[in-house]
Each structure stands twice: as structure tokens, then as C-alpha cells.
């Protein structure tokens, strides 16, 4: 061959390399997506994305709001060490200043005067001093940013500060110990959602492109094959999946990159899914083969698959029948088996079986699988959740299975973990929606996946992340240092978090109508609403006056009249909820009025609380610390059949002014523990609750309050009280169990706080 063949034979060479040549080496940050189509002269990459709902994607797309109503920084140096301190005040320089006073007479004031820094940009508001204290003036480099005259209210300036700056300030006409400042910055952004993470604080920049929009790859193609019907898809972006994302755009992008051909990636996830159950492979067996929700989602996981590859004609753009190549697996989940001994012990097993069944049905015995484990918590995760994230771990683990060196690989998430104050919303669950979560993991996804395909990746270049303190026993603060902690907030918690919870229209408006005694539309069987947190803020500023507090006599010691029956309206045990309208006994159709006369009806005495598990006079919870509930205290009458009445005429005295009541039903707050109830006064309805406890609502004390429309029923004197609830069989995982109750009442009152 001549040296002008050669040359023309390179040059034909070069010519013919597709528009995107595959990239072998994946740096961080990724390059900027070029906009240019895959190469479909070549079978498309097809990656599988399988899981539960964070698989299905959770991230916030946009609209984060932040959940505090601000955030409080503090010149004392004995409030807590955090990033929200100003720094670098040191001690003030005290001098005296001679003024006259309306008589001509000298007084002698105190000036002082310093230098601060501030942590981060923002519009603040300054405060001065507490109490007797706070009576002062304020400059900020001159500006005068408070001010408050004797007897008279604090008057505030707004005043931007910069971070790393600093400024002078001076403050004027106290008296004695020079007082204190804290501040609040006011101007606060939501976090987490992708918005914010990507285009005000720079994160993961290719995903804009150069008009600041959404970048849209043309060589990535996204089809969802399980919640829509018949899939839906569109070309990878930061909305192909709605409103939230998933990994599967960290991830689209990272192989986007490492490929020149087409991506298809096919998600099939479904939210509250287990491995051991729904998804449970063939491998592994059934454990219950006429039921048609174990393995189901396997099942539809790979009818979802085949669907869209069937159909993949239609499903990628620009495909010219060049085929496709199952190139792998993405797997996702962990959260539903936690709540399983028995599905947590099993994990590894089925996940192994998961991997050998997914490369059987599409014949690949080497395809490449990338596990992302449970990250929730972040280094400080559960128990529970350690385990399952251990078994993900284990999967990738040569010495446990060499026969996925090479092909398997295992991705801890738990560095990906951002807190609530970090996030759109506080769902743990949902790695609190928080948008960078989601990105990371599906970047951290792709990259491994990219090195199981013989790749190189650069590894992500993160920051160590916080780690919680945790106070060994005999580590703790002194009582004194404790005292002088709070004694140090005390001004930004009454001053400050106070009033702006109080103000809080999403707060203010629920707080009156709580104050009000006003039933609201809809009742609440948990007793913690908004007028709770106000009560934590008093408390962590020290003061107890807004507490409950028991009223009236003590119940325990009230000897109650009661009855059980099984009614005749039959519900299968292994059915919840258990409340229900039934049928009482012959004469016993008013036993909720006063004049029910209980003895003359048969009724027996006895002592709260009320209860039995499987039949027998023990505890329900051992280990429930929780006062209100008292499931851990042994019955003192058992509660034999499954409906109980219980009722008793007591003496009140009458209810206060400015105060608000409840009745708090012991034994029933855990999950799956208690039925619903019903609470009369006087044979009127006071509350109910027609469902047990859910998950996630375990752990609030539960009852009913008296509202104003029958606090006349309270004027001091004789009342009766009344109420009924039904033992419980059941358990939403587990099925039928033994039965079990726990009942108890106890009414409180409660001091109102000033909501001025």
C-alpha cells in the first residue's frame, strides 16, 4: 500500500466513527451533554432499574420550602457550638457615658462596643439583651439597628450582613452587665430540590444546558414500565419522571457519557415493596403459593421489561432495527424487608437469587448488577436498617460470592444521607425528598457500573459529613453548664422562636382556633397538634407552666363499673379495624347515660387499667416508657371479651378559664396495639376514633379534648363518664395474633400560653 492510499484510508476512517464515540474514562463533574443522538448503527444499552419507591423516585424537583421560620444566631458564649454562631465578638469593651436626664441631673450610662463576623449572607433582624436588660440602643457600623425605650417595645432595622466581613457595633444606655445580642436571619430559602441544588448553589451543572433550562439527552431514552399504563417515556431530562427524580438521572447521565450508542433505561419499581415478598424471585420459593401478591412484582417487573423491548421499536427515537443488548442491572430497596425479622435474616439470600434469576430470564449469565443500599440515617442508621444495608454490602463480597467477582458491585449510600434542615421535607423514608440525595446515588450507580464494564470512573469527590454527637454516660454537661446553656436561649426561644411560631401563618390560625376550644371539622384521635410545639419551646426554655397536668380525682383509684361481650355482629379476626357500630345486650342500649344503672344490669368493678394479652393479666409493652400510655404497667382487671364498656360517675371540680381539657385513653398509642373508642360525657359524644394506630402514627398520647360545646357539662359536681373499645387480633404483617387491649383514662388541663 502506497502512502496516499494509507492517507485516504485513514482519513475514511475517521470519517465513519459515529457521531458520539464511546467514552472510556468517565471524569467528575461529567462534560457538558453535547445534544448529539446515540449511534443507532450499533444494539442499544438497555439498563434495568428495579426497586421500591425510592427507586421510583422521591427527589423534589422544585418547590422546597424551608421548614424553619428562622434561623437564630447568638454572640453568648454559652449557647451550644454550631455553624450558626457569630463569630470572632470576643469580650466587649465597656466605657462609661455621662448624660443628663430630663431634671438636668447627671446619670452615668454604659457603652459598649465590639466586632462580629456572621456565617452566612442574609437580611437580619438584631436583638438586645432580656428582660429588664433589653432596654438599650444598637449600631451596626453606625446604623441603628435596635432600639427600645423603658417601658416601651423593641423597635427593629433590617440590615444586610455579608459572610466573612466584619462589622462594628455599639451598643448604648443599659445599665449594669452589658447586655447580650442574637439575631435572626430572615431571608431563608427552601433546600434540597433539584432547583436549588442545581442552579442556585452550582451542583451538577450538566444537567443545564446553555440557556440555563433542563438539559434533554437525545442519546439516553427513559421509559417508566410499571405505574403507567402501558410505560411512558421521553428522552432523559430532569422531568422525564414528573415532579420528583430518581437515580435513574445521575445514573442515564454517567452512561450517556461512558456510551456512543443508545441508552434505554427501563424502570420497573413499585413504592412499599418487599424483596422477601413481592418481589420475592423464583428462586427462592413460595412460602404461600395461593397468594397472589407473593412474587407478583417480579413477576411484573419482567413483564415490564419485555413490554418495552417488544415495543422498542416505538419506544426509542431514531431506532433502526439494530437491536439491543441487555447490558444491566440496577437494584434499589430495602426499606419494607426492615420490618421483618425473618425477611431482614433472609435478605442476602434473596437478593443472590434476585441477581441468578434476573440473568436467567434475559440469558446473561455475567450481567453486570450495581445494588445501592439503604442509606437512611446516613452513618447514624437503625439497627434495622444496618442490617439490610450489611446484606446489600455482602452481596459484592468475593469471599462470600465468588461468582460475582467482577460482575457484581454494591454502592453505600450513606454518605448521600442530608438531614431535614437540608431537605424539601421530613420524610426519612424518602431520604427527606432532598434532590442531591437522589443524584448522588444514581452517579455513585453509574459509576460502578461503568467500572463492571471494564471502564474507568474518577470516584466522587465528597465531604466528610457531619457525624451525630453522641454523649457517652459520664460525658454529660454539668448541671451548671446546663443552666448557663439555658439561660443563654432563653432570650432567642421566648423572643425569638416563640414569636415567630406564633406568627407562623401556617401555625396561627390552628393555634387560635386550639385556644378557642372550637371543635374543629375534622377531629384528631393523637393529641399533638400545633399547640405542642409552642409547649416545647416553653420547656426548652426552662418553664413548666404550660404543661399538662392531671385534673380532677385520680382515675386509677376510681372504682369503674364495666362489661364485656362478643357481639353478634361477626368480623373475621383477621380483619382491622375492629371498632364498629355493634348491638349491646338486652337493656343495656343506654349504658352511656347517667341514669344507667350499672349493678342493677349486672355489671361487675374493678380498676383500671383494663386489659389482657392472650387472655392473661400481663403487660402489653414491656418495654413502653411512654407515661400518657402505660401499657407497661400490669392490668388490674382483665378485659375478657372483645367489646368493653367501661363507666363511672365521678367528681369534678370546674373546668378554669384560660385553660383547656382532655381525656387521654391510655394503652393504645403503639402501632397495631389499640383499637378505636369512643368517649362520652354525660351520654353525649365527647370523641372517637373509628381506626387503631397505623404505622408511622405510633407514639402520641391519644383521646379526645373537651370542647367548648360541652364544657358546660363541667360546672363542678357529679359527671358520668363513658367509654367503649374493642380488643384487637390482628396484625397487618403478621396476621392473626393473639388478642390483646390496654385501657385507661385520665383527664388533664392545661394552662394556655399568650398567643400575642
Not at 427527606?432 to 455513585?444: F, K, P, Q, V
Not at 469527590?461 to 457525624?467: D, E, I
Not at 393555634?511 to 384528631?524: D, F, K, T, V, Y
Not at 404543661?547 to 363499673?561: A, C, K, L, Y
Request: net charge positive; with cysteine.
Amino acid at each position: 500500500m502506497n502512502k496516499k492510499s494509507f492517507i485516504i484510508l485513514i482519513v475514511t476512517a475517521v470519517l465513519s466513527i459515529p457521531f458520539k464515540s464511546q467514552a472510556k474514562e468517565i471524569p467528575f463533574p461529567l462534560p457538558n451533554h453535547d445534544g448529539l443522538p446515540g449511534d443507532s448503527s450499533k444494539p442499544v444499552k438497555v439498563y434495568i432499574l428495579a426497586g421500591q419507591s425510592n427507586m421510583v423516585g422521591m427527589g423534589n424537583l422544585s418547590g422546597a420550602k424551608n421548614i424553619y421560620d428562622g434561623v437564630f444566631l447568638s454572640s453568648d458564649p454559652n449557647v451550644p457550638d454550631s455553624p450558626l454562631q457569630i463569630f470572632k465578638v470576643g469580650n466587649y469593651k465597656t466605657s462609661p457615658l455621662v448624660v443628663f436626664n430630663s431634671e438636668g441631673q447627671t446619670v452615668t450610662k454604659q457603652i459598649s462596643r465590639g466586632q462580629f463576623e456572621v456565617s452566612l449572607n442574609g437580611i437580619y433582624h438584631l436583638n438586645c439583651g432580656f428582660g429588664d436588660n433589653s432596654y438599650c440602643f444598637m449600631q451596626i457600623d453606625g446604623k441603628e439597628v435596635y432600639r427600645r425605650e423603658l417601658g416601651g417595645k423593641p423597635v427593629k432595622q433590617a440590615i444586610t450582613l455579608q459572610s466573612g466581613k466584619r462589622y462594628n457595633f455599639k451598643i448604648s444606655g443599659f445599665e449594669g452587665v452589658p447586655p447580650r445580642f442574637w439575631m435572626q436571619k430572615t431571608d431563608l430559602l427552601g433546600n434540597g430540590d433539584l432547583e436549588a441544588v442545581v442552579k442556585r448553589e452550582g451542583n451538577f451543572p450538566w444537567l443545564l444546558d446553555a440557556e440555563s433550562e433542563w438539559t434533554v439527552r437525545q442519546d439516553v431514552y427513559f421509559q417508566e414500565a410499571r405505574l403507567a399504563k402501558d410505560g411512558k417515556g421521553s428522552p432523559l431530562s430532569a422531568t422525564s419522571n414528573g415532579k420528583s427524580i430518581g437515580p435513574e438521572l445521575g445514573f442515564g447521565h454517567v452512561l450517556g457519557t461512558f456510551h456512543g450508542e443508545q441508552v434505554l433505561l427501563i424502570k420497573t419499581a413499585q413504592g412499599n415493596r418487599s424483596l422477601g415478598f413481592d418481589f420475592r424471585p423464583p428462586s427462592s420459593g413460595r412460602t404461600d403459593p395461593d397468594n397472589q401478591f407473593e412474587s407478583a412484582e417480579y413477576k411484573l417487573m419482567i413483564e415490564g421489561v419485555r413490554k418495552t423491548l417488544n415495543n422498542i421499536a416505538k419506544v426509542v427515537p431514531d431506532y433502526k432495527n439494530q437491536g439491543y443488548e441487555i447490558a444491566g442491572f440496577v437494584w434499589f430497596q430495602g426499606h419494607k424487608d426492615s420490618f421483618s425479622e425473618v425477611l431482614i435474616e433472609e435478605y442476602e439470600k434473596h437478593l443472590a437469587n434476585l441477581i441468578n434469576d434476573v440473568r436467567k430470564e434475559f440469558d446473561t449469565p455475567k450481567l453486570p448488577v450495581v445494588v445501592a443500599t439503604i442509606g437512611f440515617g446516613g452513618h447514624n442508621m437503625q439497627e434495622k436498617f444496618l442490617n439490610i444495608h450489611q446484606a446489600q454490602m455482602a452481596i459484592s463480597d468475593t469471599k462470600k460470592h465468588p461468582g460475582y467477582a467482577g460482575t457484581v458491585a454494591s454502592v453505600d449510600t450513606r454518605d448521600f444521607w442530608r438531614e431535614v434542615d437540608e431537605s424539601p421535607k421530613g420524610e426519612d423514608y424518602h431520604y427527606n425528598r432532598n434532590a442531591e440525595t437522589y443524584m448522588l446515588i444514581g452517579d455513585a450507580l453509574g459509576r460502578a457500573m461503568v467500572r463492571l464494564l471494564g471502564g474507568k470512573a474518577e470516584p466522587l469527590p465528597l465531604a466528610p459529613r457531619p457525624k451525630r454527637v453522641i454523649v457517652e454516660k459520664g460525658n454529660e454537661l454539668s448541671e451548671e453548664k446546663k443552666s448557663a446553656t439555658q439561660k443563654a436561649l432563653k432570650s432567642i426561644i421566648l423572643d425569638g422562636i416563640v414569636a415567630a411560631y406564633v406568627a407562623n401563618p401556617r401555625y396561627s390560625k390552628v393555634l387560635l382556633q386550639e385556644a378557642s376550644g372550637e371543635r374543629p371539622q375534622r377531629e384528631n384521635q393523637f393529641l399533638r397538634g400545633v399547640m405542642y410545639g409552642l409547649e416545647n419551646c416553653y420547656r426548652a426554655a426552662g418553664l413548666d407552666d404550660y404543661d399538662w397536668r392531671s385534673f380532677g380525682p385520680d382515675f386509677n383509684e376510681v372504682q369503674w363499673s364495666y362489661y364485656s361481650f362478643d357481639p353478634k355482629e361477626i368480623l373475621p379476626k383477621e380483619k382491622g379495624s375492629r371498632y364498629r357500630k355493634v348491638t349491646y345486650p338486652t337493656g343495656m342500649e343506654i349504658w352511656n347515660m347517667p341514669k344507667f344503672d350499672a349493678d342493677k344490669a349486672g355489671w361487675e368493678k374493678g380498676l383500671q387499667p383494663f386489659g389482657q394479652l392472650d387472655g392473661k393479666v400481663v403487660p402489653l409493652l414491656e418495654t413502653c416508657t411512654a407515661t400518657f400510655c402505660r401499657c407497661s404497667e400490669r392490668p388490674q382487671t382483665l378485659w375478657e371479651k372483645e367489646v368493653l364498656l367501661v363507666r363511672a360517675t365521678v367528681e369534678l371540680p370546674p373546668l378554669k378559664k384560660d385553660h383547656r381539657y382532655r381525656i387521654v385513653v391510655g394503652g393504645s398509642a403503639h402501632v397495631n396495639s389499640g383499637e378505636g373508642y369512643a368517649i362520652y360525657l354525660n351520654g353525649k359524644l365527647l370523641g372517637k376514633s373509628e381506626t387503631g394506630v397505623a404505622v408511622r402514627q405510633g407514639g402520641q398520647p391519644r383521646g379526645c379534648y373537651i370542647y367548648s360545646d360541652l364544657r358546660d357539662e363541667i360546672k363542678g359536681g357529679k359527671v358520668t363518664l363513658a367509654v367503649t373499645s374493642f380488643l384487637r387480633y390482628n396484625h397487618p404483617r403478621r396476621g392473626l395474633q393473639p388478642p390483646r387491649g390496654h385501657l385507661s383514662l385520665q383527664i388533664e388541663e392545661q394552662k394556655m400560653p399568650s398567643l400575642k
